[in-house]
């Protein structure tokens, strides 16, 4: 994997004109990823674009920076990329059409999911808890200097990934990571209180609606629940916005597997699925067409008929779970 780093550096050094291109439906790990490397690499005097072929969540929007070094997809019509730098993507189709510019320049994917599809030029795919830790030792070994700024946008994406340092891709190496991001001026403490502590009211309220169409399967191990359009228009909240309850249903005692429905776009639901200490997730996404880690996987799906569809989906992962005994 050293060798594939080199690479990548050796890459960055030579080029002038990078994309740095974050995933669909972006989360934390992602907008980290693509704001810290877009921060090194202009200070390195690259001329350089962060772009999210998607719309950004307010959550994520209101931390410092992204509004500015993170743009949609228009931005980069006329951009001369010789480099194209993926961070966190796991395949082709989780770039959007950012994707049909891999054709004409180089590419680097650098990602953290054991479902990656090397769909790069340059490869670095390794398990670490965030790729915003990937991104951290690509610019250290570029020589970038780390101030309250960068360590901060780093810091997010390793904070969220880990449940804020709780889940079990939290290994030394991320404590390790996060001691020295801090003692650059990395400010958990402010990162905690835009992430966690700044729930829109509405937000809570969907939460009621949510729980009430909530189900539980197979001796109460499985929890799932949905949130459709029609749902969020009742408390004007934007599709982009759509908050994640599926950490809620997990933390029930006893589930083993929850799973959230999210419509997205009239009958297209975004299905997020987590698990809390054996069952394996990611083959559930994988077999839908989506990907992820053992623990937080998820895939899109078509159809005007949710209740049925989530059945189908519970009654794969019921049949995977049997296979376990
Ligand atoms: P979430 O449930 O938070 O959307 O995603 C959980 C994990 O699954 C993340 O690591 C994310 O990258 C991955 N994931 C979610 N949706 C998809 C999808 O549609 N395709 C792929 N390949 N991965 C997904
Ligand atoms: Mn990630
Ligand atoms: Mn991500």
């Not at 704001?35 to 999210?52: D, P, Q, W």
């Not at 479902?115 to 951290?136: H, L």
């Not at 009211?201 to 969907?206: G, K, N, R, S």
Request: one cysteine or more; charged letters at 25%; proline letters at 3%.
């Amino acid at each position: 994997m050293l060798r594939n780093i080199e690479a990548i550096v050796g890459e960055i050094e030579k080029a002038k004109n990078i994309l740095v291109v974050g995933h669909i439906m972006p989360d934390g790990d992602d907008i980290s990823s693509v704001l810290s490397m877009v921060i090194a690499l202009e200070r390195l005097g690259k001329n350089v674009r962060g772009v999210i072929d998607y719309e950004i969540p307010a959550y994520l929007e209101e931390f410092p920076g992204v509004k500015d070094k993170i743009k949609s997809y228009d931005c980069i019509k006329e951009f001369p990329a010789e480099l194209i730098i993926s961070v966190d993507a796991s395949s082709p189709d989780r770039i959007g059409r950012v994707y049909d510019h891999f054709k004409f320049a180089r590419s680097i994917v650098i990602d953290h999911h054991a479902t990656n599809t090397y769909f790069g030029n340059i490869n670095w795919v390794e398990m670490y808890g965030a790729t915003a830790q990937m991104v951290m030792r690509i610019n250290k070994m570029l020589g970038v200097e780390y101030d309250k700024e960068l360590a901060t946008a780093n810091l997010l994406g390793i904070a969220t990934d880990t449940g804020f340092f709780k889940y079990s891709n939290t290994d030394a190496t991320v404590f390790e990571d996060v001691a020295w991001l801090v003692g650059k001026g990395g400010d958990i403490a402010f990162i905690s209180n835009m992430i966690l502590e700044n729930r829109p009211l509405e937000h809570i309220l969907l939460y009621k609606d949510f729980l009430d169409v909530m189900k539980l399967d197979y001796n109460n191990t499985i929890a799932y629940s949905h949130i459709t359009l029609d749902m969020l228009k009742k408390y004007d909240i934007k599709p982009k916005d759509s908050p994640s309850f599926v950490g809620d249903l997990r933390s029930i005692k006893g589930v083993e597997v929850a799973i959230t429905f999210t419509e997205a776009e009239e009958n297209e639901f975004h299905v997020s699925m987590r698990s809390k200490s054996w069952f394996d997730v990611s083959k559930v996404a994988v077999h839908f067409g989506g990907g992820g880690h053992p623990r937080a996987a998820g895939f899109s799906i078509n159809t005007d008929n949710i209740e049925k569809t989530e059945q189908e989906v519970i009654d794969t992962i019921k049949k995977l779970m049997e296979s376990y005994k």
